[in-house]
């Protein structure tokens, strides 16, 4: 069963005109590239036959992975969690030890074009701040075993 992705309705729309735009003219495009080189002569010594074929097996990579993701998703939006935190929501976290507040809106890396980084709710602190509040204390274990620890300092949405 594949994994749930939550997108806002903002980066679902983009991915969604994306993938469109990539099955439709980004193919004909391509074959139009691969067609382009051939005329050319040898394949075997063609760099721009072999350009178009990169092009393309990366072009059909993220039609595939696009295509997984608009399947796969759950629409999340900001809102009202009575100030709990979920995903969409944007938390300003301190490190103990630190007076910088850094601010990250919880959800998928494809909410990239957002104001804030992007951390996933599937990461190691984003899972420990998942449903807690401004005032808590959460610890987390980093990929590398340190045991860290987070004040929250503020959530919206």
Do not use: C, W
């Not at 994994?3 to 469109?20: H, P, Y």
């Not at 939006?77 to 100030?83: I, K, L, M, P, R």
């Not at 103990?96 to 104001?115: K, P, T």
């Amino acid at each position: 069963m594949a994994e749930t992705v939550q997108l806002s309705q903002a980066a679902f729309d983009r991915l969604k005109t994306e993938l469109d735009d990539l099955t439709t003219r980004g193919r004909i495009d391509i074959a139009r590239k691969i067609e382009a080189a051939r005329e050319l002569g040898d394949l075997s010594e063609n760099g721009d036959y072999h350009a178009a074929k990169e092009e393309q097996g990366k072009m059909e990579g993220r039609i595939i992975h696009l295509t997984r993701m608009v399947e796969n998703a759950e629409i999340v939006e900001g809102g009202d969690t009575g100030g709990t935190i979920a995903a969409g929501s944007v938390v300003g976290i301190r490190y103990a030890g630190d007076d910088d507040v850094e601010q990250y809106l919880l959800g998928s890396i494809e909410e990239h074009n957002s104001e804030h980084e992007v951390m996933s709710t599937g990461s190691p602190l984003g899972e420990a701040l998942m449903g807690h509040v401004a005032g808590d204390t959460v610890s987390y274990e980093t990929p590398t075993g340190a045991v860290l620890e987070v004040e929250i300092v503020s959530v919206e949405g």
